[in-house]
């Protein structure tokens, strides 16, 4: 019944989504790079602060060996090295130097002030967060506008800090800049052993790098992302951590569009991701545009959502989203849900006066709590290995993006996306011990796409019957083609998308923000659903056939069904039978009527007919196995021919009774079919 108001919403009601980061147009590396070593010789430059008893207590407590030295480095320091980060990468002059950073709190002074002069009057355009989104040259020029640190165009370079762990150097940026460290059009640049923190954006930003090495870095308490690296290529993150941020802790986004075109079957990733821990953030690991993305043997908890990959956001080169694979990661228990420091306020304050440290999240974009792996508009991507257990709410998610909300409108790209995702041989509902930790469901799918399979020990689905992937990549049992998701799931994701944290705006009718019972989409929905066909349908039952015995039984199962949809809503029982039941009986009370209705009006008992069938094609979509080569779901089908059979059942009901027809329709025969003439 929802079928039409959900496919002009889709049309019309979203628009273009606003971009979560925006950044000057940019195109990928020609991928000639390589993935830098690491070098271990004598540092070129050294950075420390004169503070030498905070130093002396810094290295205290560092074994005996790398506390030597340290102060062996501190000593040549004081003589000839840098007070501050920036001066030191001012001073490479040539590819392949190394900068090593001794201990200490390095908050970049001089790189702090608001700009002036010609720095302060650029024109550029602006993003929907307020920012200016600068080009190359304006960064060049004014490197300070937006970054404590700005490496700009150095090759090879090599930052490490030389304490016993990251946070021994930390480079804070006081909530005063967008980002801490920013490396653009900088290959083979290698970061490795420090902290950076507190911005009103990202901490560690690379941009535009044809190879790149994140190696034992912490990033916390920023306004969206911890790590951010964007249309680069031969990039590795290794062992590294990120929490406290109010998007995603990881961001491979834009990630250089290798395999574009290809199947499973791909030479290399662009990216790396292993070894990490990525926690207590809107999302641990994010990537608009994730194209060829890599992450194994990484921890994923305590978020909103343990990891996402989609085609949602314009302005990202690589659209849309392909080619992720995702091995051997621990994704469990992410259940935050941070929403309620936007609804009391406490996000709309200036961002050091939020309490990030103390464990405030603003979460930024739109997810659904309680979620262990989100694919929003995603194709070949591969899931294999992974525990995933201890949600909420789902531990994978998969749903369909249309081309336009990323500003694309060519008709033959609206369905290119929710494809060929596979799921497959990974452990659900148990940690590595073997210890229960169940997810509430194990799949939450809208039902759109082709050659998308899951493995078939999955403990409740939505829709309740999944295709099953076969042991070799591309082999498909009880696949779909559809190109339009679930009504009622698409009605869903629309309502909940709907969010502004500047707003302060967080969507009515969306559970992911705590609507509950009638107060969800779906509930009212189905309540909707139920009342109109409650009505029409008795209305249609005492006029013309109320005498009839097997109609009347058929209509109290009908009644039942829209019960069971409704409850089965209300109490989200939506992954088990009830639904595949409540359709069940619709269908009969549909075949039943239409049988009875065939003989005095057979255009309209035909149709009443054709509605019950649909329905009970429903029923065996949702409980037993999907029905394939269908472009459009049996929910559509019966939805927008449910809209024709109620106008025509209310006619049908409101036209005057002849007294000799209703007679007849008062006295079925021994079958309990309508004699000729019972029904108009």
């Given at each position: 019944?929802?079928?039409?108001?959900?496919?002009?919403?889709?049309?019309?009601?979203?628009?273009?989504?606003?971009?979560?980061?925006?950044?000057?147009?940019?195109?990928?590396?020609?991928?000639?790079?390589?993935?830098?070593?690491?070098?271990?010789?004598?540092?070129?430059?050294?950075?420390?602060?004169?503070?030498?008893?905070?130093?002396?207590?810094?290295?205290?407590?560092?074994?005996?060996?790398?506390?030597?030295?340290?102060?062996?480095?501190?000593?040549?320091?004081?003589?000839?090295?840098?007070?501050?980060?920036?001066?030191?990468?001012?001073?490479?002059?040539?590819?392949?130097?190394?900068?090593?950073?001794?201990?200490?709190?390095?908050?970049?002074?001089?790189?702090?002030?608001?700009?002036?002069?010609?720095?302060?009057?650029?024109?550029?355009?602006?993003?929907?967060?307020?920012?200016?989104?600068?080009?190359?040259?304006?960064?060049?020029?004014?490197?300070?506008?937006?970054?404590?640190?700005?490496?700009?165009?150095?090759?090879?370079?090599?930052?490490?800090?030389?304490?016993?762990?990251?946070?021994?150097?930390?480079?804070?940026?006081?909530?005063?800049?967008?980002?801490?460290?920013?490396?653009?059009?900088?290959?083979?640049?290698?970061?490795?052993?420090?902290?950076?923190?507190?911005?009103?954006?990202?901490?560690?930003?690379?941009?535009?790098?044809?190879?790149?090495?994140?190696?034992?870095?912490?990033?916390?308490?920023?306004?969206?992302?911890?790590?951010?690296?964007?249309?680069?290529?031969?990039?590795?993150?290794?062992?590294?951590?990120?929490?406290?941020?109010?998007?995603?802790?990881?961001?491979?986004?834009?990630?250089?569009?290798?395999?574009?075109?290809?199947?499973?079957?791909?030479?290399?990733?662009?990216?790396?991701?292993?070894?990490?821990?990525?926690?207590?953030?809107?999302?641990?690991?994010?990537?608009?545009?994730?194209?060829?993305?890599?992450?194994?043997?990484?921890?994923?908890?305590?978020?909103?959502?343990?990891?996402?990959?989609?085609?949602?956001?314009?302005?990202?080169?690589?659209?849309?989203?392909?080619?992720?694979?995702?091995?051997?990661?621990?994704?469990?228990?992410?259940?935050?849900?941070?929403?309620?420091?936007?609804?009391?306020?406490?996000?709309?304050?200036?961002?050091?006066?939020?309490?990030?440290?103390?464990?405030?999240?603003?979460?930024?974009?739109?997810?659904?709590?309680?979620?262990?792996?989100?694919?929003?508009?995603?194709?070949?991507?591969?899931?294999?290995?992974?525990?995933?257990?201890?949600?909420?709410?789902?531990?994978?998610?998969?749903?369909?993006?249309?081309?336009?909300?990323?500003?694309?409108?060519?008709?033959?790209?609206?369905?290119?996306?929710?494809?060929?995702?596979?799921?497959?041989?990974?452990?659900?509902?148990?940690?590595?011990?073997?210890?229960?930790?169940?997810?509430?469901?194990?799949?939450?799918?809208?039902?759109?796409?082709?050659?998308?399979?899951?493995?078939?020990?999955?403990s409740g689905s939505t829709p309740r019957t999944l295709p099953v992937c076969g042991e070799e990549p591309g082999a498909v049992s009880g696949g779909s083609h559809r190109i339009l998701g679930e009504p009622v799931k698409l009605a869903q994701l629309i309502v909940c998308s709907d969010y502004s944290v500047g707003a302060r705006r967080l969507p009515a009718g969306c559970d992911w923000y705590g609507a509950r019972g009638i107060e969800r989409v779906e509930v009212q929905t189905a309540l909707a659903i139920a009342g109109?066909?409650?009505?029409?349908?008795?209305?249609?039952?005492?006029?013309?056939?109320?005498?009839?015995?097997?109609?009347?039984?058929?209509?109290?199962?009908?009644?039942?069904?829209?019960?069971?949809?409704?409850?089965?809503?209300?109490?989200?029982?939506?992954?088990?039978?009830?639904?595949?039941?409540?359709?069940?009986?619709?269908?009969?009370?549909?075949?039943?009527?239409?049988?009875?209705?065939?003989?005095?009006?057979?255009?309209?008992?035909?149709?009443?007919?054709?509605?019950?069938?649909?329905?009970?094609?429903?029923?065996?979509?949702?409980?037993?196995?999907?029905?394939?080569?269908?472009?459009?779901?049996?929910?559509?089908?019966?939805?927008?021919?449910?809209?024709?059979?109620?106008?025509?059942?209310?006619?049908?009901?409101?036209?005057?009774?002849?007294?000799?027809?209703?007679?007849?329709?008062?006295?079925?025969?021994?079958?309990?079919?309508?004699?000729?003439?019972?029904?108009?």
């Amino acid at each position: 019944m929802t079928a039409l108001a959900v496919a002009a919403a889709l049309l019309l009601g979203t628009a273009t989504a606003a971009p979560a980061h925006e950044e000057r147009e940019v195109t990928f590396p020609d991928g000639t790079g390589s993935v830098p070593e690491y070098r271990d010789g004598p540092p070129d430059l050294l950075v420390c602060k004169d503070d030498s008893g905070d130093f002396q207590r810094r290295v205290a407590r560092f074994p005996d060996a790398l506390r030597a030295h340290n102060l062996r480095l501190y000593e040549r320091c004081l003589r000839d090295g840098y007070r501050h980060i920036q001066q030191a990468v001012d001073a490479v002059d040539r590819p392949g130097m190394t900068i090593a950073v001794l201990p200490g709190r390095y908050e970049e002074e001089p790189s702090q002030p608001e700009p002036a002069g010609e720095c302060a009057r650029l024109k550029a355009p602006r993003a929907a967060q307020g920012y200016q989104v600068l080009s190359y040259a304006q960064q060049k020029q004014c490197p300070h506008n937006q970054n404590l640190v700005a490496i700009l165009g150095k090759r090879d370079l090599q930052i490490e800090g030389t304490g016993a762990g990251p946070l021994d150097v930390v480079v804070d940026a006081g909530y005063r800049k967008l980002n801490a460290v920013r490396a653009d059009g900088s290959d083979g640049v290698y970061f490795r052993n420090f902290t950076a923190q507190r911005t009103t954006f990202n901490a560690l930003y690379v941009l535009a790098v044809d190879g790149f090495v994140i190696d034992k870095v912490l990033t916390r308490w920023n306004d969206e992302y911890g790590f951010l690296t964007f249309a680069s290529d031969h990039g590795l993150y290794r062992d590294c951590e990120s929490y406290g941020n109010g998007d995603s802790g990881i961001y491979p986004g834009s990630a250089s569009d290798i395999n574009d075109g290809r199947g499973y079957d791909v030479p290399r990733y662009s990216i790396e991701i292993t070894g990490c821990r990525s926690h207590h953030n809107l999302l641990g690991y994010s990537g608009t545009a994730g194209d060829s993305v890599w992450a194994h043997d990484n921890e994923f908890d305590h978020n909103m959502a343990g990891a996402s990959m989609d085609s949602v956001f314009p302005g990202h080169p690589g659209l849309p989203q392909n080619h992720a694979r995702f091995e051997r990661n621990l994704i469990h228990s992410n259940n935050q849900n941070y929403y309620r420091y936007v609804v009391d306020g406490t996000c709309a304050k200036p961002p050091a006066e939020r309490g990030y440290e103390r464990g405030v999240v603003c979460p930024q974009t739109s997810v659904p709590p309680g979620t262990g792996v989100m694919v929003a508009g995603g194709n070949w991507n591969v899931f294999e290995g992974n525990w995933v257990y201890g949600h909420q709410r789902a531990a994978f998610h998969l749903n369909a993006v249309p081309a336009y909300i990323r500003g694309d409108e060519s008709w033959s790209r609206q369905t290119d996306t929710s494809h060929h995702n596979r799921f497959h041989a990974n452990k659900l509902g148990t940690d590595r011990d073997g210890k229960a930790a169940p997810n509430r469901v194990d799949v939450w799918w809208d039902g759109q796409g082709e050659g998308n399979c899951w493995q078939d020990d999955t403990s409740g689905s939505t829709p309740r019957t999944l295709p099953v992937c076969g042991e070799e990549p591309g082999a498909v049992s009880g696949g779909s083609h559809r190109i339009l998701g679930e009504p009622v799931k698409l009605a869903q994701l629309i309502v909940c998308s709907d969010y502004s944290v500047g707003a302060r705006r967080l969507p009515a009718g969306c559970d992911w923000y705590g609507a509950r019972g009638i107060e969800r989409v779906e509930v009212q929905t189905a309540l909707a659903i139920a009342g109109v066909l409650a009505l029409v349908g008795g209305l249609l039952w005492w006029r013309r056939l109320r005498g009839n015995r097997w109609v009347a039984a058929a209509t109290a199962l009908g009644a039942a069904g829209l019960v069971l949809d409704v409850a089965g809503e209300t109490l989200s029982l939506s992954t088990g039978l009830v639904p595949a039941l409540a359709l069940l009986l619709l269908g009969i009370w549909w075949t039943a009527t239409g049988l009875a209705l065939r003989t005095g009006s057979p255009a309209f008992g035909w149709t009443t007919v054709a509605m019950g069938l649909l329905t009970l094609v429903d029923a065996f979509d949702q409980a037993v196995v999907m029905v394939p080569w269908t472009p459009l779901g049996p929910a559509w089908l019966r939805g927008l021919l449910g809209l024709v059979w109620v106008v025509w059942a209310v006619v049908a009901a409101a036209r005057p009774v002849d007294a000799s027809r209703s007679a007849a329709t008062n006295d079925p025969d021994a079958t309990g079919a309508v004699r000729p003439g019972a029904a108009s």
